[in-house]
């Protein structure tokens, strides 16, 4: 398997980590008292793996288009069961404020550019992780928080050298003189 393609960690989605379906997670201030129905796609097989206390891990490979779309729809499968969701993905930790005032916007262009206007978003080297389709799972996320459920997403991975990707496991490099090990 390609090096790059082996890297691929993982996105993850906890659906309910320590909670119950009836813990109470406040929703954002300017959503509605009670959220929004959702029209979710179904995933033959996610019910049984969504349970209070599981968490339920997707790997993938950078770059696709399907894997951000399965899971946001996981997501909302799972908001739709009464579960909190944090999505983790793997961008760098230092994107968490851009990420989270995002989660919390209107979605408008300004606040697009805000998100992107960062070293991680504009690297000449794209794997993937800064593809429209991940841009358009924050903004399913985002559209999912501003209908008053309770999701969050959290960037998992340390940062990357500038034009390198990097695994966010160093214990799982092969070589301390791997270039691609942060």
Known sequence: MNRFKAWALAILLLTAGCAS????????????????????REIEGLEPLLAPGAGVLFGEIHGT?????????AACLALRAGFP?????EIPREEQ??????LASA???????????????????????????MLSLLDELRRLRRGGHPIRATPGSAAARPGLPTTTRP????????PTCG
């Open 85 to 89: 969701v944090t999505v983790a993905l």
């Open 171 to 178: 214990d799982l490099c092969s070589s301390p003189r791997d």
């Open 21 to 40: 379906r009836s813990a109470v997670v406040a929703a954002p201030a300017s959503s509605p008292a009670s959220p929004k129905p959702l029209a979710c």
């Open 65 to 73: 288009v399907e894997s951000p779309a399965f899971v946001a729809n």
């Open 107 to 133: 979605g408008m262009v300004a606040d697009r550019a805000a998100l992107l206007d960062s070293s991680f978003w504009q690297d000449k080297y794209q794997d993937g992780r800064r593809s429209q389709a």
């Open 97 to 102: 404020p851009r990420v989270d005032t995002f």
